[in-house]
C-alpha cells in the first residue's frame, strides 16, 4: 500500500507540474502584452481584486471555522486555503464564462504578489510555531506561474502564428493534466475524504466555495459581466498548490493535507456550474442586445 501511495504522490507532482504550466503557458499565448497591462491602470479592479482576495476571503474562512464544529485540522486546512486565491485553472473557467483573459492574466499576478507577501505573515497566526518563508511560497509561484505566462505572451509578441499553433497544443494537454490530477488526488486521498464525511470538513468546503463566489460577484457590481466574471472566478478559485507549502516543511495532521486536498474537486466543481452559470448569461445580453 505504500508503494502504491508513493506513485500516487509521484502521480499529482507531476501532474500538478503540466497542469499549472499548461494552463498558464495557454494565457500567455492567448493574450497580448498591451492587453494585460491595461488592467493595471484599473483602480477600481486591482482594489477589488484586494479586498476580494485578503479581505473578504480570510475573513469567511474564520467565519465558517468558528461557525461549524469541525476538527481543528480541517480548520487549519481551510484557513491555509484561504492564503492562497486564484487557481492555475482560473484561465478555463473564465473562457468557459466568456470573462475577460486580459483582466483574467491582472487577477493571478496580483494573487501571487500577494500570496508571496502575506502567506509567511499569516503561516504563524494560524498555527503558532509553523512558519514559512517567503522564498518556499515564492519559488513554485515563479517557476510555474509567472514563468509559463511571461513566456507565452513573450511569443505572442514576437510571432502569433507561432503562439497560436502552440496553444492548440498546450489546451488538451492542460486539460489532459486536469483529469489526471483529479484522478490522483481521488485515489491518493479516498480514505482521507471518506473519513472527512460528517466531520464538517466537505459543508465548510462547499460553504467557503459558494460564499466566495457570490460575494466575490457582488463586490464586483458595476464592472462589466466579463470583468465581474473574471472577480467572482478568481475569488472561488484556490491555489491549493501555495496552500501545502507551509505544510511541506512541517509534520502536519493527515486530516489538513486531506482538508486541502478536498478543495481541487469541490472548487473545481462550484467554478465550473458558476463558469457555466455566467456564461449563459452573457450569452442572454447578447441575444437581446442584438438587432
Same mark, same amino acid.
Given at each position: 500500500?505504500?508503494?502504491?501511495?508513493?506513485?500516487? %504522490?509521484?502521480?499529482?507532482?507531476?501532474?500538478?507540474? !503540466?497542469?499549472?504550466?499548461?494552463?498558464?503557458?495557454?494565457?500567455?499565448?492567448?493574450?497580448?502584452?498591451?492587453?494585460? !497591462?491595461?488592467?493595471?491602470?484599473?483602480?477600481?479592479?486591482?482594489?477589488?481584486?484586494?479586498?476580494? %482576495?485578503? !479581505?473578504?476571503?480570510?475573513?469567511?474562512?474564520?467565519?465558517?471555522?468558528?461557525?461549524?464544529?469541525?476538527?481543528?485540522?480541517?480548520? /487549519?486546512?481551510? #484557513?491555509?486555503?484561504?492564503?492562497?486565491?486564484?487557481?492555475?485553472?482560473?484561465?478555463?473557467?473564465?473562457?468557459?464564462?466568456?470573462?475577460?483573459?486580459?483582466?483574467?492574466?491582472?487577477?493571478?499576478?496580483?494573487?501571487?504578489?500577494?500570496?508571496?507577501?502575506?502567506?509567511?505573515?499569516?503561516? &504563524?497566526?494560524? =498555527?503558532?510555531?509553523?512558519?514559512?518563508?517567503?522564498?518556499?511560497?515564492?519559488?513554485?509561484? #515563479?517557476?510555474?506561474?509567472?514563468?509559463?505566462?511571461?513566456?507565452?505572451?513573450?511569443?505572442?509578441?514576437?510571432?502569433?502564428?507561432?503562439?497560436?499553433?502552440?496553444?492548440? =497544443?498546450?489546451?488538451?494537454?492542460?486539460?489532459?493534466?486536469?483529469?489526471?490530477?483529479?484522478?490522483?488526488?481521488? /485515489?491518493?486521498?479516498?480514505?482521507?475524504?471518506?473519513?472527512?464525511?460528517?466531520?464538517?470538513?466537505?459543508?465548510?468546503? !462547499?460553504?467557503?466555495? /459558494?460564499?466566495?463566489?457570490?460575494?466575490?460577484?457582488?463586490?464586483?457590481?458595476?464592472?462589466?459581466?466579463?470583468?465581474?466574471?473574471?472577480?467572482?472566478? +478568481?475569488?472561488?478559485?484556490?491555489?491549493? +498548490?501555495?496552500?501545502?507549502? &507551509? #505544510?511541506?516543511?512541517? %509534520?502536519? %495532521?493527515?486530516?489538513?493535507?486531506?482538508? =486541502?486536498?478536498?478543495?481541487?474537486?469541490?472548487?473545481?466543481? =462550484?467554478?465550473?456550474?458558476?463558469?457555466?452559470?455566467?456564461?449563459?448569461?452573457?450569452?442572454?445580453?447578447?441575444?437581446?442586445?442584438?438587432?
Amino acid at each position: 500500500m505504500d508503494q502504491f501511495y508513493h506513485v500516487a %504522490d509521484i502521480a499529482i507532482r507531476l501532474s500538478v507540474i !503540466l497542469f499549472m504550466v499548461g494552463n498558464l503557458l495557454a494565457i500567455g499565448l492567448e493574450t497580448e502584452v498591451t492587453a494585460a !497591462l491595461a488592467p493595471l491602470r484599473d483602480f477600481r479592479f486591482l482594489a477589488t481584486v484586494v479586498v476580494v %482576495d485578503w !479581505l473578504f476571503g480570510p475573513a469567511l474562512a474564520i467565519v465558517i471555522v468558528r461557525a461549524l464544529p469541525m476538527a481543528q485540522p480541517y480548520a /487549519v486546512g481551510l #484557513l491555509l486555503i484561504s492564503l492562497a486565491p486564484a487557481a492555475p485553472f482560473l484561465p478555463m473557467m473564465v473562457r468557459k464564462a466568456r470573462g475577460d483573459l486580459a483582466y483574467t492574466a491582472t487577477f493571478m499576478l496580483v494573487a501571487a504578489a500577494g500570496t508571496v507577501i502575506l502567506m509567511p505573515l499569516g503561516v &504563524p497566526l494560524i =498555527v503558532p510555531g509553523l512558519s514559512v518563508e517567503a522564498w518556499a511560497v515564492a519559488r513554485p509561484l #515563479l517557476l510555474l506561474l509567472l514563468l509559463p505566462m511571461g513566456a507565452g505572451m513573450a511569443l505572442q509578441a514576437v510571432h502569433r502564428a507561432t503562439a497560436d499553433k502552440a496553444l492548440r =497544443v498546450v489546451r488538451p494537454v492542460a486539460s489532459a493534466a486536469t483529469v489526471v490530477l483529479l484522478l490522483a488526488i481521488g /485515489v491518493r486521498y479516498f480514505q482521507g475524504f471518506l473519513g472527512a464525511i460528517g466531520s464538517y470538513a466537505i459543508a465548510g468546503q !462547499l460553504l467557503y466555495a /459558494v460564499g466566495l463566489t457570490i460575494g466575490g460577484y457582488f463586490l464586483a457590481a458595476g464592472m462589466t459581466p466579463a470583468r465581474r466574471s473574471v472577480v467572482s472566478l +478568481g475569488a472561488c478559485t484556490r491555489n491549493l +498548490g501555495a496552500a501545502l507549502a &507551509p #505544510l511541506l516543511v512541517a %509534520d502536519p %495532521d493527515p486530516r489538513t493535507m486531506v482538508m =486541502v486536498a478536498l478543495g481541487v474537486p469541490l472548487t473545481l466543481g =462550484v467554478t465550473w456550474a458558476a463558469a457555466g452559470w455566467l456564461g449563459r448569461a452573457d450569452a442572454a445580453r447578447q441575444r437581446q442586445a442584438a438587432p
